[in-house]
């Protein structure tokens, strides 16, 4: 999983009718845009995260980027 500054990271849920998570990636500390992320969630809340087989990534275009 690759990601950059300013993607979104969403984290599906597990059981019928649970809502999906999402959260935007302020920072990225592995190599090449690998784990773990900065994220800050919908709810206001920033947490260093590791992604799982059930996270996916949106790439934000360049120019939607906060510079």
């Known amino acids: 999983m690759r990601a950059s ?5 969403i984290v599906h849920g ?6 999906a ?10 190599r090449d845009g690998e784990p773990p992320y900065l ?3 919908d709810d206001g809340h920033e947490t260093t995260f590791f992604p799982s087989s059930d996270s996916t990534i949106e ?9």
């Open 5 to 9: 500054e300013g993607d979104r990271l």
């Open 14 to 19: 597990h059981h019928v009718g649970e809502a």
């Open 21 to 30: 998570r999402r959260a935007e990636i302020l920072e990225v500390h592995g």
């Open 39 to 41: 994220v800050r969630w």
């Open 59 to 67: 790439h934000q275009p360049a120019e939607w980027v906060k510079r």
